[in-house]
Structures are given as structure tokens and as C-alpha cells.
């Protein structure tokens, strides 16, 4: 008999940094499965960290995906029901992304533009559209996105970032509109802030903003490791009434 806290998670992303950390704490659990995506094969991946770990822990499950790629992301909702003992997933949490646009709008070229759009926003919107039969599969229903106040309107960071506070602002309205749309099948969508996060990616934009004399002092720096954490905590907390709500990693609320 399935235990009714068996859980099974999709991860976009989870061969490195907050997606990696995700994969790790989620997959500490006996109960939960977790699948994750990749790039590359998982004979050949682009980080060996998840693909290690995985050899570890059975409840993991790695599929490959490129965001950017059209094909590669109408074959995944195959890879993932390849998966073994497969019957649904519980919980779909959009991870991926890239952050390298420290332009001024007037000066960001339009492959940065694009770039960070196929990535950031429509790549994780085109591959729930694929993955959403197999959510269907289960009760739970949850669907969460790794945002960015870089995208907050209304709470506009004066930092310029250009290609990814677009973006990340175009994926926060697609958390909205989904949020609308899926709540009658009992859907609750949510997106979050991961924090300012000592990543790869965010170590590259630290050192930026350091160098053009942009003072980040007054912003808290965390690891990979306690964004992933809090986040967890926080996903356990979400309930059907945050439908359409946004989140920080401690837990309070955000602003689109």
C-alpha cells in the first residue's frame, strides 16, 4: 500500500547550485521520489554533483532537458514516465534559469533579450504544458516556480539586470495567470524568491555590481544550501489559500 506521505517532486534544473541543494534535501527523505532534469545525458552530464548522488540514493531519478531546445521538451513528459514504479507527480518546482544581463535596458542586445526569455520564462512555461497530464495523476497538485524580485514591479529593485528582471517579471505573470486558470482542478501555484544566493551565477553578479561601485551591502548573501533549506521549509507551509501568491525564502511574502 502507498504511504498517503509519499511524495514525488519534478525539479527543473537539479544538477547544480539551489536545484542541486533541492534534489539532496528532498531525496533525505525515504518517502519522497524526486525526479530532476538535466543537461546533457546522464552518461555525459555538464555537472557530475546529482548524477553522483543519485548512484547514492535510488529515489532519484534524472531525465534530461534543454530548455532551449523545442524537441527536448516535448519528449519529456515520455522520459519522466519512464521513470521507475512512475504514477504521477505531486509536486512540479521550475528551477532553472540564467543571470547574466548587468545592462541598462538602452544597451542590452536583443540575444540577451531572448536568451534569458527562452530560459527563464518560456522554457519553464512550454515543458508544465507538457508535464501537466502526469500532475493530473495526483491529489496534490503543486506547482512552484524559482522567481526573483529582480522581476517585482511594484517592488522594483533599483539594480539594472535588464533581460532578467524582464524575464523573471514575464514568468511572474505567468504564476498569476496560471494561478487563475488551474485553481477549479485544484491547483495551487506559487512563486518564490530564493534569495540573493552565492551561486555560480550570483557569485558572477556580486562581483559585478562590486566592481561598478553598486552598493549590495544592505543585501543578506546565503548559500545554495540554506536558500534550498528555507525554500523547503517554506513548500511544506504552502496551502491552497496561497494560490497566486509570492514568496520569499524566510517565508513573508513578496510582492509581483
Not at 546533457?40 to 554533483?49: A, I
Not at 550570483?202 to 552598493?215: C, V
Request: charged share 20%; net charge neutral; hydrophobic share 40%.
Amino acid at each position: 500500500m502507498t504511504s498517503s506521505s509519499e511524495m514525488t517532486y519534478f525539479i527543473i534544473g537539479g544538477n547544480r547550485g539551489i536545484g542541486f541543494n533541492l534534489v539532496k534535501i528532498l531525496s533525505g527523505s525515504t518517502d519522497n521520489t524526486v525526479i530532476t532534469s538535466i543537461r546533457g545525458s546522464p552518461s555525459l552530464p555538464k555537472n557530475k554533483q546529482v548524477v553522483d548522488l543519485a548512484k547514492i540514493r535510488k529515489n532519484i531519478h534524472i531525465v534530461q532537458l534543454d530548455l532551449t531546445e523545442d524537441e527536448s521538451i516535448g519528449n519529456i513528459a515520455n522520459e519522466i514516465k519512464k521513470t521507475p514504479s512512475f504514477s504521477g507527480i505531486d509536486v512540479f518546482i521550475a528551477c532553472s534559469g540564467i543571470s547574466d544581463s548587468y545592462y541598462e535596458v538602452l544597451k542590452t542586445p536583443k540575444s540577451v533579450w531572448l536568451k534569458h526569455y527562452n530560459t527563464n520564462a518560456l522554457g519553464p512555461i512550454l515543458t508544465l504544458q507538457k508535464v501537466y497530464p502526469l500532475l493530473l495523476l495526483k491529489k496534490a497538485r503543486k506547482i512552484f516556480f524559482i522567481s526573483s524580485v529582480a522581476g517585482s514591479i511594484n517592488g522594483f529593485v533599483p539594480i539594472s539586470v535588464s533581460a532578467y528582471g524582464q524575464s523573471k517579471a514575464a514568468l511572474n505573470y505567468a504564476v498569476k495567470a496560471l494561478s487563475f486558470e488551474l485553481k477549479p482542478e485544484g491547483f495551487t501555484v506559487v512563486a518564490f524568491h530564493p534569495g540573493m544566493v552565492s551561486t555560480d551565477m550570483g557569485q558572477s553578479g556580486i562581483d559585478h555590481f562590486k566592481e561598478k561601485n553598486i552598493d549590495v551591502s544592505g543585501i543578506d548573501i546565503i548559500t545554495p544550501e540554506e536558500s534550498a533549506s528555507a525554500l523547503v521549509n517554506v513548500f511544506g507551509k504552502i496551502l491552497p489559500g496561497d494560490n497566486g501568491k509570492f514568496f520569499n525564502y524566510d517565508g513573508s511574502e513578496s510582492v509581483f
